[in-house]
T-cell receptor, first 114, second 116 residues
Framework: AQKITQTQPGMFVQEKEAVTLDCTYD???????LFWYKQPSSGEMIFLIY??????QNATEGRYSLNFQKARKSANLVISASQLGDSAMYFC???????????FGKGTKLSVIP | NAGVTQTPKFQVLKTGQSMTLQCAQD?????MSWYRQDPGMGLRLIHY???????DQGEVPNGYNVSRSTTEDFPLRLLSAAPSQTSVYFC???????????????FGPGTRLTVL
């Protein structure tokens, strides 16, 4: 079984500031992947960033980086220099090699304030 | 390259009616799946398929049927709609099982279903 916990239902951040969205996970698989998706108010699911369980370096994609702490089972998303367009729901998800499914957390609603 | 497409975008049903949500992908992906999204619940897996002719249940399969006759298509059938099936439905695909932990899942735009 695998599980994702996102403890922040909602967050506010000032424009141009950095923000960290928390994600902790649980899995019995040795090989797994962690994903972050963004869902704007229009509803589509947009892939942001991926981290593999064996990756030694933290993943980065433009303004997004993933703070991966394997021993703590955490995979926090860091957004640098927040923009108004970053206002959205953010979902953390895990895919375990033996599970054949992507398990999502309940999401964090991020609001960027001008 | 259209990616993952879903039809319809919106649908209203009456309790007891049946319908099929269509999903297609043009990326030759082996793995396809259906999720439902309810407020405050995140996305939950309904059914998935690891290839043509092979399907399996996810976390919330009751009330839904699937089939996979081709690599491209993965329809979701509601046999007798219930108000509890009011939700937003997403179809997704990814390259393959071997790359499961490393491959991105691509999502369709979603279908908003209301059952009265």
């Amino acid at each position: 079984a695998q599980k994702i916990t996102q403890t922040q239902p909602g967050m506010f951040v000032q424009e141009k500031e950095a923000v960290t969205l928390d994600c902790t996970y649980d899995t019995s698989d040795q090989s797994y992947g962690l994903f972050w998706y963004k869902q704007p108010s229009s509803g589509e699911m947009i892939f942001l960033i991926y981290q593999g369980s064996y990756d030694e370096q933290n993943a980065t994609e433009g303004r997004y980086s993933l703070n991966f702490q394997k021993a703590r089972k955490s995979a926090n998303l860091v957004i640098s220099a927040s923009q108004l367009g970053d206002s959205a729901m953010y979902f953390c998800a895990i895919w375990g090699a033996g599970s054949y499914q992507l398990t999502f957390g309940k999401g964090t609603k991020l609001s960027v304030i001008p | 390259n259209a990616g993952v497409t879903q039809t319809p975008k919106f649908q209203v049903l009456k309790t007891g009616q049946s319908m099929t949500l269509q999903c297609a992908q043009d990326m030759n992906h082996e793995y396809m799946s259906w999720y439902r999204q309810d407020p405050g619940m995140g996305l939950r897996l309904i059914h998935y398929s690891v290839g043509a002719g092979i399907t399996d249940q996810g976390e919330v399969p009751n009330g839904y049927n699937v089939s996979r006759s081709t690599t491209e298509d993965f329809p979701l059938r509601l046999l007798s709609a219930a108000p509890s099936q009011t939700s937003v439905y997403f179809c997704a695909s990814t390259r393959g099982l071997a790359g499961g932990p490393t491959d991105t899942q691509y999502f369709g735009p979603g279908t908003r279903l209301t059952v009265l």
